[in-house]
């Protein structure tokens, strides 16, 4: 209660100096420039009301969502699988759950759009663990192994085409497919000052699709309460020999790749709690529920009414706008418990 009467304080304060308030080259506070950025917070209002709908329409029944999302203008008329992968990279609030789920099936147009979401991620000169705590941090990963299998395809042909390719000769694999054409992978560690290489080369996408898989493997082996023996360095290395076209990584780049995943695990469960969703309403409280916290606040962080909004609008504008936020996230039933 104090909090809401601190906020209806300073709204009552701003409007008492409308007063005061002089807008250079303006002395008329019903001019259309006075009223512009009111426009503004609404637009961004109703940008934001719009995600949300969208959001707990996805969450629902992915597979009927689509007609609401072309009518909300979140996704293109007919739908392209770009506009569709933009919805689920970008929009705050869906279920990670559902995202990956969604990603993972084989329908062609699926398909399409899990190839389009992968486009959307700047792999170009990242580790391959840094790439896929990149990847995994936007969806978690579904049960079904031939789901996670389809999933690790496509990352592996994306993040592989993003690396730049070996030239010999003055050509980079002249008539090769671009996941067949040798490439350079960068390490997890910046090893130039130690005078090693800091990139090695690497045959095709399929070493990266088996890599993914067994980093996946590690990361629950290292982190995993239930496993009491924790796989080794060596054992990790000796589990990968042979997977690029039947040649060894080198052991420096493998070795990389397993102190990176011991040191920090990648999250694949876990986020802040989705519009809409059935998934725990109860999550564990800890790190990684925060930074989806964080990550949440990011994305929604253009509709946020800004300080310099704030700033350049006249006192009383916007303030009607701001208290009609407040009163629609129906603050009444909160006082019933703290009083």
Known sequence: LSGLVSILHSI????????????????????????????????????????????????????????ALQSLGLVSTPPTPESMAEFLRHTPGLDLRI??????????????????????????????VDGLRALLSTFRLPGESQLIERLME??????????????????????????KTARWVPREKNAEEAGEPSRVKMLSSDTIFILSYSIIMLNTDLHSAKVAKKMTAAEFI?????????????????????????????RLHGDA??????????????????????????????????????????PGASERDMLQVI?????????????
């Open 154 to 179: 496509s990352f592996a042909e994306a993040y592989f085409a993003k690396q730049p390719p070996v030239l010999e000769g003055g050509e980079a694999g002249a008539g090769q497919e671009s996941h």
């Open 99 to 128: 995202v990956g789920e969604y990603l993972a099936k084989r329908h062609e147009f699926n398909g399409q759009v899990r190839k389009a979401f992968l486009e959307l991620f700047p792999f170009a000169g990242l580790g391959i």
């Open 12 to 67: 009552a304060l701003r409007c008492e100096g409308q007063r005061h308030y002089r807008v250079e080259g303006s002395t008329d506070l019903s001019s259309p420039t006075l009223n512009a950025p009111e426009t503004d917070l609404q637009r961004k209002r109703e940008q934001k009301r719009r995600l949300i709908l969208a959001a707990r329409t996805f969450n629902s029944e992915p597979s009927k969502a689509m007609p």
């Open 238 to 266: 000796r589990n990968n020999r042979g997977i690029d076209n039947g040649k060894d990584m080198p052991g420096f780049f493998l070795t990389d790749i397993y102190e990176a995943i011991r040191d920090e695990e990648i």
């Open 327 to 339: 009163t629609d996230c129906d603050p009444l039933p909160m006082f019933s418990l703290c009083y």
């Open 273 to 314: 709690p989705v519009e809409g969703g059935g998934g725990d309403q109860n999550p564990e409280v800890d790190d990684f529920f925060w930074e989806g916290i964080l990550r949440r606040s990011e994305s929604i962080d253009e509709f946020s009414t800004t300080e310099r909004l704030l700033s350049e609008t006249p």
